[in-house]
């Protein structure tokens, strides 16, 4: 199946849309039942016995199955034995089962969340040696206490499980409190192996399902689309109405298409309740539908602060969301595929901003003029809305020139670079936005280097410069660019490659712009148009080999793999012995073998920890070989 996934929860006892009808009319890929309820009435039980939990609920796709946790929850009179209720998912044919962890509760103290966390993992032990070739998931718990969900995903994570649900939530969900639920999902996901699917338990409403999948959650359980609709309640991906609220059903669906609030007010109800629950399901089967598309796009983080809107508990859930930023950041793409499009103050935080500034700061050095010329925010790309004021300064004065960006100073030659060039932010800022800019271009001012900086007003700037600083600027806007964007994108002294060589252009006729660099005659970057950033190919790799001490922007991979990827062949993340911290999915980095010497170059899917935790699946695509 594809992930991100929706498990519709199949109560066996009431079967509001049959299973069969679910894969046949809902392309439902996987469903999700309760062994435990199974387990506990005799008839059921019965029937399954001898065959298996496909044919008891008539599903041919997979089937998740749950283990009683949420039962005791609710009922409290659970009386399974742990390792039975593993044993019995496996005998009854459950593709996916689930141990008998301890609920914990929002409530708990600290105390009780630990003895959770503790009667947890002593079980989850003794459940994988029953699984046979049943997948396992075993649930993080730990109440709203980090170092609990910290320790409860830390253990089970070096436990033989496949899937890791985040559990204990449903409370918090149905008190809103989204925020703590971020908070927990945050920590567990950063504890967790990063190669295992993460199930957010019991979230079904799909007004949670973008900022759910933004956070790294990959499968979803329902049983809310048929609760739901026995209350008369519809759900949308902005919150939920009753249908006695509504004037109309504004839907499109095939559920809603042919009925209307009044038929369904005036319909017996168990046809009323059959209806919203087929909308409920779909609508939140479009959501994530939409995800995908936001995923494949490049607009994820777009998707979720819109949908922040609907509800003052979502802002609050995106506000605590930001404070992880750190964690998210590793993951980030280095480009998206879409622009950055600016939603709110909180488009402020994420991780493509930070990491702007970030590498800014820490990579980018400076041309080695005498002044530093400040241009104000405008349209892009600067370099051109700002050509005529760059050329009339640069006859005259030994001038560099920057401009005061949402994302912080950009340098004139970085102007094409991802994100600034491919983003579109409103002219008018929120107030706390324009002053976290002014911050950082304050930060900026300190510590340019510049022996003197000005900000540009016109002519006058001009003139006042020609009698202080009198020279010839920077002409050379290509060498400038290519020397900056290899700086930020590969690390601080990339662009060493270029001192003492011979440096080409070969430029877009269309366009003007930079397509291929050559150094001493050899094809060593190409420029992407898409995004401002270079291609590596062999020998610009062979050069910043020399140009960047080791580990910087390798993978080194096993010698016998290292010889095929010599040849071509895509680096497996199994076959990855360890893999530079700063790279990112989507940098261009180098492949070496155990004695650091380069094999390939290609195009990285993942970040370290990732590269280290997979045990399947590409870690770098290569793009360029040395045989
Ligand atoms: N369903 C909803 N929450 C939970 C949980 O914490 N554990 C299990 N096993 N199932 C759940
Ligand atoms: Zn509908």
């Not at 041919?60 to 593993?86: A, K, L, N």
């Not at 997948?135 to 890791?164: I, N, T, W, Y």
């Not at 539908?289 to 796009?297: D, G, L, R, S, T």
């Not at 925010?377 to 009339?392: F, T, V």
Request: some cysteine.
């Amino acid at each position: 199946m594809t992930t991100p996934v929706l498990l519709p929860v199949i109560n066996p006892n009431q079967l509001t849309i049959a299973p069969k009808e679910m894969r046949e009319k809902f392309n439902i890929e996987m469903v999700i039942t309760n062994s435990y309820v199974i387990w506990k009435d005799g008839n059921l039980r019965e029937r399954v016995r001898g065959s298996d939990v496909h044919s008891l609920l008539g599903f041919e796709g997979p089937i998740m199955t749950d283990s009683g946790t949420f039962q005791d929850h609710v009922y409290g009179d659970v009386e399974v034995g742990h390792e039975d209720i593993v044993r019995f998912q496996r005998d009854i044919g459950s593709d996916i089962g689930t141990i008998l962890d301890v609920f914990s509760e929002p409530d708990f103290t600290e105390q009780e969340a630990s003895r959770a966390v503790d009667v947890t993992l002593n079980r989850a032990k003794e459940s994988v040696d029953h699984k046979g070739d049943m997948l396992l998931a075993g649930p993080v718990q730990g109440g709203v206490f980090p170092d609990q969900r910290r320790r409860c995903a830390k253990a089970l994570s070096a436990m033989d499980f496949e899937v890791h649900p985040i559990g204990g939530i449903v409370p918090l969900l149905q008190s809103y409190r989204f925020a703590d639920v971020v908070d927990i999902v945050m920590i567990s996901k950063s504890a967790l192996d990063p190669s295992r699917p993460v199930h957010l338990f019991g979230a079904g409403h799909p007004m949670i399902f973008p900022l759910a999948v933004l956070m790294g959650c990959d499968m979803f359980d329902s049983a809310s689309y048929a609760k739901y609709a026995r209350d008369d309640r519809i759900m949308y991906p902005d919150g939920t109405r009753f249908l006695n609220d509504l004037r109309d059903l504004a839907c499109g669906c095939e559920a809603c298409s042919s009925t209307s609030v009044d038929d369904l007010k005036e319909m017996e109800r168990a046809d009323r309740t059959r209806i919203i629950a087929e909308h409920n399901l779909r609508i939140s089967l479009r959501e994530l539908q939409k995800v995908k598309n936001a995923i494949h796009e490049g607009t994820l983080w777009e998707l979720v602060e819109m949908r922040a809107r609907a509800h003052p508990a979502m802002l609050e859930a995106l506000k605590a969301l930001i404070n992880h930023v750190d964690f998210m950041e590793k993951a980030e793409p280095t480009s998206r595929g879409a622009a950055f499009f600016y939603c709110g103050p909180e488009s402020y935080d994420r991780p493509t901003v930070l990491r702007y500034r970030d590498r800014f700061f820490s990579r980018y050095r400076r041309p080695n003029t005498k002044v530093l010329v400040g241009f104000d925010d405008a349209d892009k790309p600067y370099s051109r809305h700002y050509a005529k004021e760059i050329r009339d300064v640069s006859e005259k004065v030994d001038a560099s020139f920057l401009v005061a960006s949402f994302f912080g100073p950009v340098p004139i030659e970085l102007d094409e670079m991802y994100p600034i060039a491919q983003s579109v932010i409103p002219k008018n800022l929120d107030k706390e936005v324009v002053q976290r800019i002014r911050d950082v271009m304050e930060r900026h001012a300190h510590g340019h280097g510049f022996p003197l900086a000005v900000i540009w007003e016109g002519d006058k700037t001009l003139e006042f410069l020609q009698e202080i600083a009198p020279g010839r600027g920077l002409v050379d806007m290509d060498l400038l660019r290519t020397r900056a964007v290899l700086d930020i994108q590969f690390g601080k002294g990339a662009a060493d490659v270029l001192d003492g060589r011979k440096v080409e252009f070969v430029k877009s006729r269309k366009t003007g712009k930079i397509r291929n660099v050559l150094v001493d005659g050899r094809h060593a970057f190409s420029m992407r148009a898409r995004d401002g950033r270079f291609t590596l190919k062999m020998d610009g790799a062979e050069m910043l080999m020399k140009a960047l001490p080791p580990p910087a922007m390798r993978v080194m991979i096993e010698d016998e793999p290292a010889e095929f990827a010599a040849r071509g062949a895509n680096v497996f993340a199994k076959f990855v012995i360890d893999c530079a911290p700063e790279i990112r999915p989507g940098d261009d980095v180098m492949i070496v073998n155990t004695k650091g010497e380069l094999v390939a170059a290609g195009r990285s899917l993942m970040n370290r920890e990732e590269m280290l935790a997979f045990n399947r699946g590409i870690a770098v695509r290569v793009k360029q070989r040395t045989e």
